[in-house]
């Protein structure tokens, strides 16, 4: 079965998980899906993920991170969606509750969070925000 939207998928995933108190949960495969869990890894939003080959496609185990029983991640909001996609400028990267949240961005560059992309100098489709 195919996903029209897959990164919304993982994002309700992720979302859910946390409502839940889990401790991971587990998210179809996709090389864009591993660049978004790398740079909400890199700023410590999630404890670890791992790729899990099962079949052709595989799954991401995320193993969620809580500070002192509360969930790191408080949001997660999908931006451009495929009936509407969302474009940055460079000059125009937008900053997530003034820097304390991160925007993904797809750029020419690879997949990017708002702070590389503005250091790299280069915009590109707003995928999600996270705080």
């Known amino acids: 079965m195919s996903l029209s939207d897959?990164?919304?998928?993982?994002?309700?995933?992720?979302?859910?998980?946390?409502?839940?108190?889990?401790?991971?949960?587990?998210v179809p495969a996709s090389k864009l899906i591993g660049k978004i869990l790398e740079i909400f890894k890199n700023d410590d939003y999630l404890e670890d993920f791992r790729l899990m080959k099962n079949n052709i496609q595989g799954t991401y185990k995320i193993y969620?991170?809580?500070e002192s029983q509360k969930?790191?991640?408080?949001g997660l909001k999908r931006i451009s969606k495929?009936?509407?996609?969302?474009?940055?400028p460079q000059d125009k990267i937008p900053r997530v509750l003034n820097?304390?949240?991160?925007?993904?961005?797809?750029?020419?560059?690879?997949?990017?969070?708002?702070?590389?992309a503005r250091k790299q100098k280069v915009g590109g489709e707003v995928l999600c925000y996270i705080w």
């Open 6 to 26: 897959p990164i919304a998928n993982m994002l309700t995933i992720i979302r859910n998980g946390m409502q839940a108190k889990k401790d991971s949960v587990d």
């Open 64 to 66: 969620l991170r809580y």
């Open 71 to 74: 969930p790191s991640i408080i």
């Open 82 to 88: 495929p009936g509407l996609r969302v474009y940055a």
């Open 99 to 116: 820097g304390l949240g991160t925007a993904v961005l797809s750029t020419s560059k690879g997949v990017l969070s708002g702070t590389e």
